[in-house]
C-alpha cells in the first residue's frame, strides 16, 4: 500500500551513539515532517522539508539533524543520543499544491530508548 | 501563542453512546484543521479534514464541525462501538505556518462493551 514508512521501528541506544532514522514515502509529496510524541507534551515538531534538498527548523530542532537529498526520503540524524530524546518518532508527509490543502499522512512511527 | 487545546484528556462510555470530543484553538487564520485517531503503539490515521472555508465534513459515523470565529472544531462520533477506542487528536494548520501543523494532546476515548 502507498503511504509512508519509517525504518527502524524499534532501537535501544546508549547515551552519545548515533543513529539515522530513514522514513520513505512514494506519494510524490513535496512536503515532509519529523516529530516525536511524548507523554503530556503532544506531537511536537523538530524539523521539515518543503521539497528536495530543503530543510527547516521546527519547535524542538535541538540535538537533530535532517536530510532530504531525495524527494521521496526524509532522514533524521541524532549525534550523540541523550536520555532526553527517548521518544516516539513519526514522520509524516503532505501535498499542497496552490491554494488546494490537502491533508497529512503518517508513518507508523520508531520507538527510541536512549539509555 | 498558537496552541490547540482538548477537554477532556480522557473520556468513557458504553457502547452504543453518541459521543462530541473538543477542540479549541486560539488563533481564527486557519487554512484547515485535520482529526487524526492513534491506536496504542500505532502512528496516527487522518479521519477528516475540514478546510477554512467548510462548516462540516462527514464520514460514516463521524462528523467533525468547524466554527472559525468561535476557535473550536467538535468530532461526533454517533452510536460508538469498541472498536472506536483510541485517542483522538485534532491538529490545526494556522495561515502563518506554512505547511506545519500544530497538534492538542489528544482524547483517549474507551467504549466500554
Known amino acids: 500500500n502507498a503511504g509512508v514508512t519509517q525504518t527502524p521501528k524499534f532501537r535501544v541506544l546508549k547515551t552519545g551513539q548515533s543513529m539515522t532514522l530513514l522514513c520513505a514515502q512514494d506519494m510524490n509529496h513535496e512536503y515532509m515532517y519529523w516529530y516525536r510524541q511524548d507523554p503530556g507534551m503532544g506531537l511536537r515538531l523538530i524539523h521539515y522539508?518543503?521539497?528536495?534538498?530543503?530543510?527547516a527548523k521546527g519547535e524542538v530542532p535541538d540535538g537533530y539533524n535532517v536530510s532530504r537529498l531525495k524527494k521521496q526520503n526524509f532522514l533524521l540524524g541524532l549525534e550523540s543520543a541523550a536520555p532526553s530524546q527517548t521518544s516516539v518518532y513519526f514522520c509524516a508527509s503532505s501535498r499542497i499544491s496552490g491554494t488546494e490543502n490537502y491533508g497529512y499522512t503518517f508513518g507508523s512511527g520508531t520507538r527510541l530508548t536512549v539509555v | 501563542k498558537q496552541e490547540v487545546t482538548q477537554i477532556p484528556a480522557a473520556l468513557s462510555v458504553p457502547e452504543g453512546e453518541n459521543l462530541v470530543l473538543n477542540c479549541s484553538f486560539t488563533d481564527s487564520a486557519i487554512y484547515n484543521l485535520q482529526w487524526f485517531r492513534q491506536d496504542p503503539g500505532k502512528g496516527l490515521t487522518s479521519l477528516l479534514l475540514?478546510?477554512?472555508?467548510?462548516r462540516e465534513q462527514t464520514s460514516g459515523r463521524l462528523n467533525a464541525s468547524l466554527d472559525k470565529s468561535s476557535g473550536r472544531s467538535t468530532l461526533y462520533i454517533a452510536a460508538s462501538q469498541p472498536g472506536d477506542s483510541a485517542t483522538y487528536l485534532c491538529a490545526v494548520r494556522w495561515e502563518t505556518s506554512g505547511s506545519r501543523l500544530t497538534f492538542g494532546e489528544g482524547t483517549q476515548l474507551t467504549v466500554n462493551p
Open positions: 475540514i478546510q477554512s472555508s467548510q
Open positions: 522539508s518543503v521539497g528536495e534538498g530543503t530543510t
